[in-house]
């Protein structure tokens, strides 16, 4: 199965840490998303790449969190000085252009 | 970026047909209609998408009304595996990639 893929799929950590999350995306597709769902809801944009660069930060991006794409392959988010606030399921998704994107499993996020 | 309204929840029986509706009254022009659909935990797949005609594939049907302020997702046959949330989405597609997710349907399925 060649699909996308987040590493690691769950995460703990305490208030003040540092983390950062892996997406593989699928591997022809040019663009990479990443999304943050908390409970109850549908997910949130986050940031979107087109092969290294990144085209569109939301606003929930604050200054803690980082995104990149240093080759046009994987890509990782790092959130600093992580906050109870930040946890959440993150998830990643690739597309080839603007077809369809296809997500992995996400990255569930549990800061204490 | 335009909205859509969904039920919060449905319930449907295993093998009977299941419509989802979806309002979007402020859509424009350039906006695609896309379905998504999210099984417990895990992460979205894509169902469906369509512009102004109907459209058919393997997983569903889109309806969608002439003035597409209103769409309609038809699973013909449910099945416990249809069990998700589903999303209905606008997507503008000159606005680049993003999916603007609201909080969908939770469709359960009955045996």
């Known amino acids: 199965d060649t699909g996308v893929s987040q590493n690691p799929r769950h995460k703990i950590t305490k208030r003040g840490q540092n983390v950062t999350f892996r997406c593989d995306p699928i591997?022809?597709?040019?663009?990479l998303y990443w999304y943050r769902q908390t409970l109850g809801q549908g997910p949130e944009f986050l940031t979107y790449?087109?092969?290294?660069?990144?085209?569109?930060k939301s606003r929930l991006l604050s200054d803690r969190f980082s995104a990149e794409r240093p080759k046009g392959s994987f890509s990782t988010l790092e959130i600093q000085r992580t906050e109870q606030g930040d946890s959440a399921m993150y998830l990643c998704a690739s597309s080839q252009g603007q077809s369809n994107q296809y997500f992995g499993p996400g990255t569930r996020l549990l800061v204490l | 970026d335009a909205k859509t309204t969904q039920p919060n929840s449905m319930e449907s029986n295993e093998e009977e047909p299941v419509h989802l509706p979806c309002n979007h009254s402020t859509i424009s022009g350039t906006d695609y209609i896309h379905w998504y659909r999210q099984l417990p935990s895990q992460g979205p797949e894509y169902v469906i998408h369509?512009?102004?005609s109907n459209v058919n594939n393997r997983m569903a049907s889109l309806a969608i009304a002439e003035d597409r302020k209103s769409s309609t997702l038809i699973l013909h046959r449910a099945t416990l595996r249809d069990a998700a949330v589903y999303y209905c989405?606008?997507?503008?597609?000159?606005?680049?990639?993003?999916?603007?997710f609201g909080q969908g349907t939770e469709l359960s399925v009955k045996p």
């Open positions: 790449f087109q092969n290294e660069a990144q085209l569109e």
């Open positions: 369509g512009l102004t």
């Open positions: 591997s022809e597709h040019n663009r």
């Open positions: 989405i606008l997507r503008d597609w000159t606005q680049g990639g993003k999916l603007i």
